[in-house]
């Protein structure tokens, strides 16, 4: 399962990539079927086999194309686990938040899009997840796990988390997590300013 998103204006369409990585095309190319630009390489290998999610929030009134990208990355590793992944025996699953931007050329013409990092953190790697939304500075995404996890528990939550506060090293950050509750967050869905953590 792969995400894609057709931006405003119809121009960039985004997809997931199956290493891990968020190409895009450019419909306005002049080529049949225009070439995958990677606009968030991945940190795992080409070989990897992942799952990507990803919720685009887009910046309001801004002069050129700027969005806030969340992208969800479950990678599922060899049996017999990861030598990059010692902590994670068979699973790396990142949560990546990336600012977008277009960027034009010496004519005044947009030309791509770009990227920056702004956050990168791990989750639980002994859960699946179903959806993922990015708004502001919170991700929500749907968990299930069918073992007793130590941070999660057992069965299904939403966790919601301020991206903006973890680090790469640890998974012990703040989570709001609303348990026994199954069911796909929406983007449509509006975060309230300050959610207590």
């Given at each position: 399962m792969q995400s894609a998103h057709l931006l405003p204006g119809g121009r960039w369409l985004?997809?997931?990539?199956r290493d891990g990585s968020v190409k895009y095309h450019d419909l306005?190319?002049?080529?049949?079927?225009?070439?995958?630009?990677?606009?968030?390489?991945s940190q795992f290998d080409q070989d990897a086999n992942t799952i990507v999610l990803f919720s685009v929030d887009m910046v309001p009134d801004a002069e050129y194309m700027s969005f806030n990208l969340g992208i969800m990355k479950w990678r599922l590793s060899p049996l017999g686990g990861d030598p990059d992944?010692?902590?994670f025996p068979r699973y790396a699953r990142w949560i990546e938040v990336s600012r977008i931007?277009?960027?034009?050329d010496e004519n005044g013409q947009v030309r791509g899009l770009r990227s920056e990092r702004l956050a990168c953190f791990r989750?639980?790697?002994m859960c699946g997840y179903e959806s993922f939304t990015l708004r502001g500075r919170h991700v929500a995404y749907s968990l299930y796990s069918f073992e007793q996890s130590i941070t999660?528990?057992?069965g299904d939550n939403?966790?919601?988390?301020?991206?903006?506060?973890?680090?790469?090293?640890?998974?012990s950050y703040s989570r709001r997590l609303i348990w026994r509750r199954r069911a796909r967050v929406s983007r449509r869905f509006l975060f309230q300013s300050s959610l207590p953590f």
């Open positions: 985004l997809f997931g990539a306005n190319s002049k080529c049949e079927i225009s070439e995958a630009i990677t606009l968030v390489p992944y010692p902590n931007t277009s960027y034009w989750e639980e790697y999660l528990g057992e939403i966790a919601i988390v301020d991206w903006t506060l973890p680090d790469s090293t640890s998974l």
